[in-house]
């Protein structure tokens, strides 16, 4: 019984996820990179969860590594009660896509839109005649605000919030349930990132897709989100609903990173106070012992460089890694 | 309007809504100019007829080859036959000047008020038609010259699109057999292959590959073996760099299969570089024929090749300087010309070169 409750639940299950990349430090040593190390977290069907951290915290790894785009050093995932693995991940990809960061660089130069969107449709075969395939393209190019005229034209010939459309009709190709955004507004200018984002909410809305929604800007998470997921040096921190977390933050690390959201109201800002971090974000191949953010830390103790603090529970979902706070 | 009334006043409070309409849909198609739909090649294509250099060789290499398709259908004298009055054999008529005519021929002329098709570059030793022989010359170079390229066109993109896309270990293996290939003195093993094959090698029973001739095949053979090297080398590079867009990733997460990804994302990206290696293959392949015919490893006789007419007429160079012209002329016209429109397809073709 527990078993089918649980399934129902989640669509997304991770559970203690490590990407670990070889990197080679002599001539014959190899060091191991800890990209993520250790992320566990769940997403309910239809949902959004934020993914936050700074450059370099293993966000991205954390979305591709879902993908199966790199093995897995360690970890389970669980899409809808099914273990993902290499096997599988062919089938499931048809239910899981990706939406990438660089609109620029995401599209192949030499494909007409038409083929960019028709790809995945290629791929699993998904229309039985031509004039299917391209039916279910307008209708994708129709749903992310594109105009029947722009199939022939190629991906140089769009703007950066175009291009990204292009990006998002490409991953709804196969009608998947989750989508792992990769950060896919960082690129775009900030009114043309407002235009996304609310058409990203607009497809979970009618479509009722669960997002894994990266990005490194705290407002926009949290504006798109339900629940946020704070990242440092490749481990999850923090995890809270996305008001909770804005209005109580817990982790100092989070605590910093709020503090460094612009505030529009001057008199506001003033009084405010900003938490700046010293010292540099220490290198994934050197991890600090113990808590990872320790030596930025203004609450570290002795405590902290013995053991990594667990996530633990402080008051409903709101979950938090740190011994002090 | 001064600044106190100004700042009171802004602009936007000075537009009165009601005097604006909306845009009809007409209307609004009118302002979405858009440039006309472009491909990179198509850009690419309007750059090189945009290169006077380019378009002169190409006006040459067109015209060469179209004397080459014409000229044995016009003249009516072969490659390997003598020159023959009333179906007897012109002794006299050996090593004539261009134009000029022996004196059996004039004779002939005068007896029955005819003409004889004239010897445009003269006759060679043996008394055959020079013009004809230049031309079946220039044919064997050119053949050579793309063949030999298409050999290294397809072994050295397989390769390096095999090695560049493996990547790792299988990369490195690979990469390691064409630096030895690459540090082997080519033109040492040219020669020596070029004999080995001649040797045995034997195409004559293989239809259409038999009539070209053993020599002929071997010398493609002997290209396609030692040159796709570079040809590897550059579309590797070309691959690696390729591979690490964002498109290939998107590709493999919407589950394309190896396959498809080299065959429609990476191919299409690196074909410029490819078109452009190949063209520039071409001029090397036919400067490496005419100098294996000239030192007497290329094709064989009666067959000419530019190397080899080169070749013999070195002995009567002073005597009849016409006879060593003519192939050489032939020859810089060809390379030069290829050698043009390489050139002008990098700069046509490289983006980074782009104005």
Redesign the interface.
Same mark, same amino acid.
């Given at each position: 019984m527990a078993e089918d409750i649980k399934k129902s639940e989640y669509l997304v299950e991770v559970k203690n996820l490590k990407e670990y990349f070889p990197v080679k430090t002599g001539f014959f040593k190899t060091t191991p990179l800890k990209a993520v190390d250790g992320v566990s977290f769940n997403i309910k069907p239809g949902e959004t969860l934020g993914l936050v951290g700074e450059s370099g915290c293993g966000k991205t790894t954390v979305g *591709?590594t879902l %993908?199966h %785009?790199y093995k897995p050093t360690g970890g389970e995932f669980y899409f809808d009660g099914e273990l993902v693995t290499e096997k599988n991940i062919?089938q499931l *990809?048809?239910q899981m +896509?990706?939406v990438? +960061? /660089?609109p620029y $660089? $995401? %599209? /192949?130069? *030499?494909?007409t839109v038409e083929d960019i969107i028709g =790809?995945?449709l290629d791929?699993?075969k998904l229309y039985d005649s031509k004039g299917d395939r391209h039916d279910k393209i307008m209708d994708l190019m129709q749903l992310v605000g594109l105009n029947a005229e722009h199939a022939? *034209?190629?991906a140089h =010939?769009f703007s950066g919030g175009q291009r990204q459309r292009i990006?998002i009709a490409?991953a709804l190709?196969?009608n998947p349930r989750f989508i792992i955004c990769d950060e896919p507004v960082s690129a775009l200018d900030v009114s043309i990132q407002a235009q996304v984002i609310n058409m990203f909410e607009e497809i979970q809305e009618k479509l009722g897709i669960a997002y894994l929604f990266i990005a490194h800007d705290l407002l926009v998470v949290h504006h798109i989100s339900n629940r946020i997921a704070v990242m440092y040096l490749g481990k999850l921190v923090e995890i809270a609903d996305a008001d909770e977390l804005n209005n109580n933050p817990i982790h100092p690390y989070t605590l910093s990173l709020l503090s460094a959201v612009p505030i529009p109201d001057p008199e506001t800002a003033r009084k405010s106070q900003r938490i700046i971090l010293e010292g540099d974000v220490p290198s994934p191949m050197h991890m600090p012992s113990g808590c990872p953010f320790r030596t930025r830390c203004r609450y570290a103790t002795e405590q902290c460089a013995q053991a990594m603090p667990e996530l633990t529970s402080r008051g409903g979902d709101h979950m938090v890694a740190c011994f002090n706070r | 309007m001064d600044m106190q009334n100004l700042k009171k006043n802004p602009f936007s409070l000075q537009i009165d809504p009601a005097k604006f309409e909306k845009a009809t849909d007409d209307e609004k198609r009118q302002q979405d100019v858009m440039a006309e739909s472009t491909t990179f090649f198509k850009d690419g294509m309007r750059r090189l007829f945009h290169n006077p250099l380019a378009v002169m060789a190409m006006i040459i290499l067109a015209i060469l080859i179209v004397v080459m398709i014409v000229a044995p259908m016009v003249v009516p004298y072969s490659y390997e036959e003598i020159i023959t009055v009333e179906g007897v054999r012109d002794k006299a008529a050996t090593n004539l000047a261009p134009f000029e005519f022996s004196q059996r021929e004039q004779a002939f002329m005068e007896k029955y008020n005819v003409s004889v098709f004239p010897h445009i570059m003269g006759t060679d030793e043996l008394g055959r038609d020079y013009f004809i022989r230049v031309v079946y010359g220039a044919r064997v170079s050119l053949i050579v010259g793309v063949f030999a390229s298409l050999m290294v066109l397809l072994i050295g993109t397989l390769y390096g699109a095999v090695s560049g896309y493996a990547g790792g270990k299988t990369d490195m293996i690979m990469m390691r057999i064409v630096d030895i290939l690459y540090s082997l003195p080519d033109i040492l093993i040219v020669i020596l292959l070029a004999v080995v094959f001649k040797q045995t090698l034997d195409f004559s029973n293989i239809p259409i590959i038999g009539k070209l001739g053993t020599n002929m095949v071997s010398m493609f053979l002997v290209f396609g073996l030692l040159y796709w090297v570079g040809m590897a080398r550059i579309v590797r590079g070309e691959i690696l760099t390729i591979k690490e867009n964002e498109y290939i990733l998107a590709a493999k997460s919407v589950g394309a299969s190896p396959a498809h990804i080299v065959w429609s994302h990476i191919i299409p990206n690196c074909l410029s570089v490819i078109i452009i290696m190949t063209a520039q293959e071409i001029p090397a392949a036919i400067f490496t024929e005419s100098y294996l015919s000239f030192i007497g490893l290329g094709v064989a006789l009666p067959m000419p090749s530019l190397g080899s007419l080169a070749n013999a007429a070195r002995s009567g160079m002073q005597s009849y300087p016409w006879k060593l012209v003519f192939p050489a002329v032939a020859i810089i016209l060809i390379v030069l010309s290829f050698n043009l429109i390489g050139d002008a397809m990098r700069d046509a073709f490289d983006p980074k070169l782009k104005k």
């Open positions: *591709r %993908l %785009l062919h *990809r048809k +896509q990706m990438f +960061q /660089d $660089s $995401s %599209l /192949d130069p *030499r494909m =790809e995945p791929v699993f022939t *034209r190629y =010939e990006g490409r190709a196969v | -």
